[in-house]
């Protein structure tokens, strides 16, 4: 995969680049609100799986941390894109100046993680000098690729445990900047034994708890030299917030340790197209066009999670799967001391 392409599948934002440097200028040119509505259909399974994705790997058991009890962990994440996540219907009464080339009321075609797209629409739009005016373009295609279709994160966590039966959890990704792009995250947590103050805590063969955290994202691409569009200050950004309300039960052996959980997930993602920009025809030009494009999208649902812990001293390893709308899986290599 190109790096172009690679940096703005991370940050999900409206188009890649190789496809928005042949059609960003019509698109526009079409009228934002039509930009806006397609873009919200396109990168939506990206923002939704990435939700999924930092909400993992919060707990890897139920069990209570000795007090004082400090863990350091890595941890790796990644959310699988579902094949009816590929492609959504595009109905052209939805717009206002596109319609599909041979006049199909509705069409499916891809969303960012689908295959290269074959559609071609009409737009119409009003230029300054000749008015009306029509133009056909291809749709933007997605990446294409079985090995794309996923979306992974990692992150350098640690815990303490202050009180019994209490973990406080923090988590972090430091700031990483590449090419004209950046990503930064980080998260608080906190993990509650519901039964380690009950005088039969120890005869018990399971333990239950409780997690409540908060995972934040941001990332920006700034492509104002890559000559896509012209203008100034172009840049993509992407902001995600999750919440994390999950009920852990486990067991309570001293190597290996098996646990389940259900929950829920609480998210909201901003993605903006940011900037100026003047949309270019041949020698005609229009008005510029100033932050033309901002989506909001909010993600709520259940999900289901199993797993196993393997401690071996101060070193363990833990494997689990989450059951959701976007399925996850989780890898944690944790240090305890």
């Known amino acids: 995969m190109k790096t172009p392409k690679l940096l703005c599948l991370m940050f999900f934002c409206i188009f890649s680049v190789s496809n928005a440097q042949e059609n960003i200028n019509e698109l526009l040119a079409a009228g934002v609100a039509d930009t806006q509505r397609f873009a919200e259909r396109y990168i939506a399974p990206a923002t939704e799986g990435l939700v999924y994705g930092i909400s993992n790997g919060w707990f890897n058991t139920a069990k209570s941390p000795r007090r004082f009890g400090f863990e350091i962990s890595i941890i790796g994440n990644t ?6 996540k590929t492609s959504f219907n595009m ?105 380690s103050w009950l005088p039969a805590n120890k005869a018990l063969p399971v333990a239950v708890s409780a997690v409540i ?66 949309i270019v025809s041949g020698s005609l030009s229009s008005t510029d066009i100033i932050n033309p494009v901002s989506i909001t999208n909010k993600i709520s649902g259940m999900r289901t999670t199993f797993g196993a812990t393997l401690k071996l001293g101060f070193f363990g390893i833990n494997v689990d799967y989450t059951i959701a709308e976007y399925d996850s899986a989780s890898l944690g290599i944790n240090f305890g001391f």
């Open 213 to 278: 955290a908060y995972t934040h994202l941001d990332g920006a691409y700034d492509f104002t030299t890559s000559n896509i569009v012209s203008g100034e200050n172009q840049k993509m950004t992407l902001d995600v917030n999750s919440m994390l309300y999950q009920l852990v039960v486990g067991t309570k052996l001293k190597i290996i340790n098996f646990y389940g959980s259900v929950g829920l997930i609480k998210g909201k993602t901003t993605t903006e197209l940011l900037g100026r920009y003047k």
């Open 79 to 84: 959310s699988f894109i579902k094949d009816d």
């Open 91 to 195: 109905v052209a009464s939805d717009y206002e100046n596109i319609r599909f080339q041979d006049n199909s009321s509705s069409k499916v075609v891809p969303t960012v993680f689908g295959a290269s797209s074959s559609e071609t629409v009409v737009l119409t739009y009003d230029d300054p000098v000749f008015g009306n005016q029509e133009v056909t373009v291809s749709l933007p295609g997605g990446i294409g690729s079985s090995e794309s279709s996923f979306i992974p994160t990692a992150f350098l966590q640690a815990s303490f445990s202050p009180f019994k039966g209490t973990q406080l959890k923090a988590r972090v990704v430091p700031k990483l900047a590449f090419e004209d792009a950046e990503l930064n995250a980080y998260g608080f947590g906190i993990q509650q034994n519901l039964i």
